[in-house]
């Protein structure tokens, strides 16, 4: 089975902008979660999305916001660019199953100018 | 909200010397799962554990999930070059949502 995938690899924006990544999950599974990692705030949880519906909600601002669609792709949305929102982003795929391992996806470099 | 905290924040090892690291929570958790990262990449599950007091391996690495459910280590037996990663454990809560610990960045010298 493909892993997950995530696209880009890498982003430079500058502040004020908006940007789009995206993470196809592992066939087969519906649930993708997204992270936001950096040195300062290690590894921190966004948002879960299963079956197109957002399932679980981390502490971000409303800047920050994701979509799945029907094939269980899944993308995040971050508007208004910061500085601050310089970070690898992480998706995770898993079954859905309550307690199901969740496969990481190999990050997309977002660097904000 | 749920804390993790892990230590040691590094490690500095001759190969062939074990290694331990240990994760700590005031909050019960279902699940506890290890991932090691290496530079640039995301993390890749290396052990995942579903009971209080299980203990698991997979090949030199060993851990296990803390009788009260609020704790977990990870060891690794003679460690080799490419050991070199950072370390994360990971609590999975009743709502699937994981709580990751702030890692554990091991060097290894030949």
């Known amino acids: 089975k493909a892993g997950v995938t995530q696209t880009p690899r890498y982003l430079i924006k500058t502040r004020g902008q908006q940007v789009t990544l995206s993470c196809s999950p592992i066939?087969?599974?519906?649930?993708v979660s997204w992270y936001q990692q950096t040195p300062g705030q290690g590894l921190q949880f966004l948002f879960e999305?299963?079956?197109?519906?957002?399932?679980n909600k981390g502490n971000f601002p409303g800047r920050f916001s994701g979509r799945q669609f029907s094939n269980s792709r899944s993308e995040m949305n971050v508007s208004t660019l910061e500085l601050g929102d310089s970070a690898l982003y992480l998706c995770?795929?898993?079954?859905?199953?309550?307690?199901?391992?969740?496969?990481f996806g190999p990050g997309t470099r977002l660097t904000v100018l | 909200g749920q804390q993790l905290n892990q230590s040691p924040q590094s490690m500095f090892i001759q190969e062939g010397e074990d290694v331990s690291m240990n994760c700590t929570s005031s909050?019960?958790?279902?699940?506890w799962l290890w991932y090691k990262q290496d530079p640039g990449e995301g993390p890749v599950l290396l052990i995942a554990?579903?009971?209080?007091?299980e203990l698991t391996s997979n090949g030199r690495l060993t851990a296990q999930f803390g009788i009260t459910r609020k704790d977990s280590f990870l060891n690794i037996s003679a460690s080799i070059p490419s050991d070199v990663g950072i370390y994360f454990c990971?609590?999975?809560?009743?709502?699937?949502?994981?709580?990751f610990g702030q890692g554990t960045e091991l060097s290894v010298k030949p």
């Open positions: 995770a795929s898993s079954s859905g199953q309550t307690a199901d391992t969740q496969y």
């Open positions: 066939s087969g599974h519906r649930s």
């Open positions: 999305y299963f079956s197109e519906t957002q399932r």
């Open positions: 909050s019960i958790f279902n699940t």
């Open positions: 554990l579903y009971k209080a007091g």
């Open positions: 990971a609590g999975q809560n009743q709502g699937g949502k994981l709580i």
